[in-house]
């Protein structure tokens, strides 16, 4: 049995359910965990992130999806090569991947023609949801609900310590720097479940730009940059862009130093059960008296510590 998975998530659901020997082919995205780096790189982005800020990326993508055009291509002849008997995708993002409709017209010309799965996860529920599908699939329901009840654990592990919280602090989470964005899908949910409230975003709604004025009249007390497919180095490299901005001081989270990066990857982008993490990641910071937590390293930097840092050693 061969698998490629077109998305971060999914290989990492793969893997978890203890698929990682069956995949063959994996998209340029598909890092976690670090043993799947090896396997064949059959989708990529035909954005050059590397090279391009946040606002170049962004306007390239909305020229794409004007034009028609994919932001995301696949090896067909590599493809035809490893033959897999199915191919995992989803619905729910043009720059992720491709669409099913759009893997079946590609690979159209393939001589053996393999099962097309599809997730569109928009909440937690339906990342559960993902996992049971996965699981069913390849008849291994079992160890797929014993997935989902420790992620359940994980969650309401949480929610013990903060779902008794009334004064809750208002959250952003900057999905992108230029512009900005308010990050959507399960985002706002975890922030809920962290203790915040996600006034900017509706759990399962889309990510959706935000107005700088917006923002000011929102008053987060708490920030989080979390870029899609940013870790925290990516977002360091356009964090002075952001801080040119003389009216940061007006927001109550630039007043009292209470801005973070985090690693949008490992945590937050990639629906998998490692978002339990991010709401850690979230609960420990924003209600750091009810939730203790230790974070791993390079997950969360505190901005203003890091400019202190910085201008210090100069």
């Known amino acids: ?67 028609g055009k994919s932001s995301y291509f696949l090896k067909i002849e590599k493809i035809e090569e490893i033959k897999p008997d199915y191919i995992i995708t989803q619905d729910l993002c043009e720059v992720c991947a491709l669409s099913e409709d759009a893997i079946v017209t590609s690979l159209s010309s393939l001589t053996k023609k393999p099962k097309i799965i599809t997730v569109g996860p928009k909440n937690i529920e339906d990342i559960k949801e993902s996992i049971r599908k996965i699981a069913k699939e390849f008849k291994i329901e079992k160890k797929g609900l014993e997935i989902i009840n420790n992620f359940n654990s994980e969650i309401n592990s949480i929610l013990s310590k903060t779902e008794i919280i009334i004064d809750r602090p208002r959250v952003f989470c900057m999905e992108w720097m230029n512009p900005f964005y308010s990050a959507g899908h399960w985002v706002p949910e975890m922030v809920e479940i962290a203790g915040g409230i996600s006034g900017l975003s509706k759990s399962g709604e889309p990510s959706r730009v935000v107005q700088f004025d917006e923002i000011i009249k929102y008053a987060p007390n708490y920030i989080f940059i979390m870029p899609c497919g940013y870790a925290i180095d990516d977002s360091l490299k356009e964090i002075n862009l952001l801080l040119e901005n003389t009216k940061l001081n007006e927001i109550p989270a630039f007043k009292t130093g209470d801005v973070y990066l985090v690693d949008a990857n490992s945590f937050f982008t990639r629906p998998s059960t490692r978002v339990a993490g991010g709401i850690k990641l979230l609960a420990r910071t924003i209600n750091s008296e009810s939730f203790q937590y230790e974070p791993a390293p390079d997950s969360i930097l505190n901005l203003q510590n890091y400019i202190h840092f910085e201008s210090f050693v100069g």
């Open 1 to 67: 049995m061969n698998i490629v998975s077109l998305l971060p998530s999914v290989t990492e659901i793969l893997c978890e359910l203890g698929l990682e020997d069956h995949i063959v082919g994996i998209s340029h995205e598909c890092d976690f965990p670090e043993t799947i780096r090896s396997k064949e790189i059959v989708g990529f982005s035909g954005i050059d992130s590397k090279n391009l800020n946040s606002l170049e990326i962004d306007e390239l993508v909305r020229r794409n999806i004007q034009a």
